[in-house]
C-alpha cells in the first residue's frame, strides 16, 4: 500500500517537471513602466508587437507571436496594446497596426507595418532581407 501511493507521487512528480519543462512562456505585456528595463535594458534582442483588441491582422499575428515567445529562449517578445500605451506608440511613431519592432542593444533595427508570417517575422531578429521579402536564406 506505502509502496504504491510512492509510486503514484513519484509519477506525478515525473509529470509536473515534464510539464514545467514544457511550459510555454507567453509574450510579455510590455509598458511604460517596464518599457526601460524589459526592453531597452534587455540582454537579447526584443520584439515588439504593437497591436489592438478590434485589429483583425493583429489577432492573425498574435499566435504566431505567441508560438515565437515560446520557442525561443534568445529573444525577448513583448506586446504593447495602442490603446493602453499611447506614450509608447506615440515614441515609436506608430501610425499603422500591427506594427513589429526589433531592438537590439537598446536601438531599433527593425520595424515593418502588416502581418506577417512565422518566417519573415524571425528574418526580421536574424536576417535582415527577410523581413522584407518574407523569405529567410539559410
Do not use: Y
Amino acid at each position: 500500500m506505502l509502496s504504491q501511493k510512492r509510486n503514484e507521487i513519484q509519477t506525478i512528480i515525473k509529470q509536473q517537471r515534464k510539464d514545467r519543462r514544457n511550459c510555454k512562456m507567453p509574450a510579455m505585456n510590455i509598458n511604460k513602466n517596464n518599457f526601460q528595463n524589459e526592453v531597452m535594458n534587455a540582454d537579447k534582442p526584443v520584439l515588439l508587437d504593437f497591436w489592438a483588441s478590434w485589429c483583425a491582422p493583429c489577432r492573425m499575428v498574435v499566435p504566431i507571436i505567441e508560438e515565437i515567445a515560446s520557442e525561443r529562449e534568445d529573444i525577448k517578445v513583448g506586446k504593447i496594446n495602442v490603446d493602453e500605451q499611447p506614450e509608447l506608440t506615440s515614441k515609436f511613431g506608430i501610425t499603422s497596426i500591427p506594427t513589429l519592432v526589433v531592438i537590439k542593444n537598446g536601438k531599433i533595427v527593425q520595424q515593418v507595418s502588416g502581418a506577417r508570417p512565422k518566417n519573415a517575422i524571425l528574418g526580421m531578429l536574424f536576417n535582415d532581407t527577410a523581413a522584407h521579402t518574407g523569405k529567410v536564406e539559410r
